[in-house]
């Protein structure tokens, strides 16, 4: 039987009924009778006779429904049904399309609310995952290779900005891994970059640890003239040494004046575990110095802002505070304040360094050491920040401060 051509192909009329056109060894052109000419391949599997569709002429050209007839007899020369198989390839194909860089980015962040992350934190990932949205987002992430990848790092690392550029690597390899671990990628292409950009200078918060340096700090934070909220803030900042996102965002219910504890939920602690920290009687009289400006308002929020209740203070505010009573960022930060805590109370030698990492919130990376420091040192913790509050007093005073070590000598 002779093959079909493109002009006959081209040329074919259709009848009252289909008319069909073989091209040898099952590859038909249907001609039907609205004129719409369908490529068909008929085969045998398993004894029985079946049908399979290609498409449309002349979209599948004759040469293409040929390819396409052969890729199916190497089906069947493997035991494979052809109709099976496409039915597979096109279920695989709407998974590859539905599983695209932004469906995964998305799933990411809903994982990260499942697990109560910070809304600040989730806020952070959305900002750093935009980088590579406009690049990334409709590619099929199976299909994204480290070059890709790379594309959307590069401009970012040519601006200057490299702990950006860092930490959007890190988050889009965080989607990656999510992929893999939900089936829907095989390998994360960021691995591939390491050292393959520039990277910061690690850099530690700003911090005073100089007793005398600190006792001015403190007194330049008495005499803030700006927003009630702001000052307070950053005096409880000096006397709990928590982290600036966990003393912002607080509420009114965590505060427990009375018996003087505060108690912040684990959703917005860095480890994820609920913490407890000890209010000395100089923290208490600040907070209840500040119930009347917003201990009644319907937020809630402790350190609520100017433009809304429900929103609190920055971590720029009080950096912004800091930098108005004249101490730049290379002098101290809001975060210093932990470092301020940490050296000053390792160094008096009184406390256990247990206890004040406790304080800080830091979590033992040590698994055995993790295992066995269950408690949180909690009458000890009391007693050190009743003495911390205590320091600072003498530090705010301005008096002749010794460093610790040269106390005990």
Known sequence: MAQLSNR????????????????????????????????????????????IAIGSYPIISLVSARRRRDDARKLLADGKDPSAQKKLDKAARLT?????????????????KRNQRAQTTIGK?????????????????????????????????????????????????AVFRHAIQTARAKADPTQALRGALATPKVKSYAAITDPAAFGGLLRAIDGF??????KAALQLMALLACRPGELRYATW???????????????????????????????????????PVTGRGAGGLVFSGLRSVHRPISDNTMNGALRRLGYSQDEHTSHGFRSTFSTLANE????NADAIERQL??????DVRRAYLRGDFWDERVRMMTWWAGQCDVFRQGGKVLRFKEVMQ
């Open 125 to 173: 990932v959305e900002w750093l995952l935009d980088h590579a949205r406009s690049s990334l987002g409709q590619r099929p992430i199976s299909e994204i290779e480290a070059i890709e990848v790379l594309a959307v790092l590069q401009p970012i690392e040519a601006s200057g900005k490299l702990e950006t550029v860092t930490r959007v690597r890190e988050t889009i390899g």
């Open 96 to 112: 590859t399309n539905a599983n695209t860089f932004n469906a995964l980015a998305d799933d990411y962040l809903e994982k990260m």
């Open 225 to 230: 003239m700006g927003q009630p909220t702001t």
């Open 361 to 366: 919130a830091h979590v033992e990376n040590n």
């Open 253 to 291: 219910a965590e505060f427990d004046l009375g018996n003087g504890v505060w108690s912040v939920p684990a959703p917005r602690m860095k480890m994820r575990r609920a913490h407890r920290v000890p209010l000395s009687k100089q923290a208490i009289a600040i907070l209840r110095a500040l119930h």
């Open 8 to 51: 006959k192909c081209q040329t074919a009329k259709p009848g009252n009924s289909v008319v069909k056109l073989s091209d040898g060894e099952g590859l038909q052109l249907w001609i039907m009778p609205t004129g719409a000419k369908l490529w068909r391949l008929a085969y045998r599997y398993n004894g029985k006779q079946k049908l």
């Open 348 to 351: 008096s030698g009184k406390w």
